[in-house]
């Protein structure tokens, strides 16, 4: 009698304890990695370095889901300094979040600036750098526009005075831009 009564207990237990188990083992998915936009056009201003704050417009473009170069242009960091540069911008898809995403990249420009180091003015002087920015980016969901703050550090100076007479750590920034988002 017993076990005529154990034999459905157990296997009542057996399927009771089936679904946990398979619930736990689910595959999960990530999400799909997806642009927040497809172009975005704006400006950026930061105020490190020895000449205070400066502009540079921005043109961001992206070529895959997680990837996009990014057009700068504007004044740079010392006196009567301008810069222009194409960066490459990885920025991945989040778990928590499509609208906030980190971003890190790497580019290389010319700086053209029209003072020496001893700030006499001189002929426009070009020479290249090698520039690394890495930072946040937020997109709004119902305005088309993009907020971010990033931080740039120069890895790589060559050929200018400027760039000379500054110690590479000095030329970094901390900056903050606007974007207008072309969907």
């Known amino acids: 009698m017993k076990n ?27 999400p799909q990695a997806t642009a927040p936009y497809r172009t975005a056009i704006g400006f950026r201003t930061n105020a490190s370095g020895p000449a205070g704050a400066k502009f540079e417009l921005r043109m961001k473009h992206f070529v895959k889901p997680e990837s996009a170069f ?12 301008y810069q222009a540069s194409l960066h490459y911008i990885w920025q991945p898809q989040l778990l928590t979040s499509s609208r906030l995403k980190p971003y890190a990249g790497i580019g290389i420009g010319a700086v053209g600036t029209t003072r020496n180091r001893y700030l006499e003015k001189q002929d426009m002087e070009v020479g290249a750098v090698l520039l690394a ?10 305005i088309p526009l993009a907020l971010s703050i990033d931080y740039r550090h120069t890895l790589i100076g060559h050929n200018t005075h400027t760039l000379r007479s500054l110690p590479l750590t000095r030329m970094h920034s901390f900056g903050i831009g ?3 988002i072309f969907r």
């Open 4 to 30: 005529k009564l154990m034999l459905p207990l157990l296997g009542a237990l057996a399927l009771a304890a089936s679904p946990l188990r398979a619930q736990n083992e689910m595959p999960i998915s990530k």
């Open 133 to 142: 920015s890495a930072g946040l980016e937020y997109t709004f969901p119902k």
């Open 70 to 81: 990014e057009l700068q242009v504007g004044q740079w960091h010392y006196h009567e300094s």
């Open 178 to 180: 606007i974007k207008y």
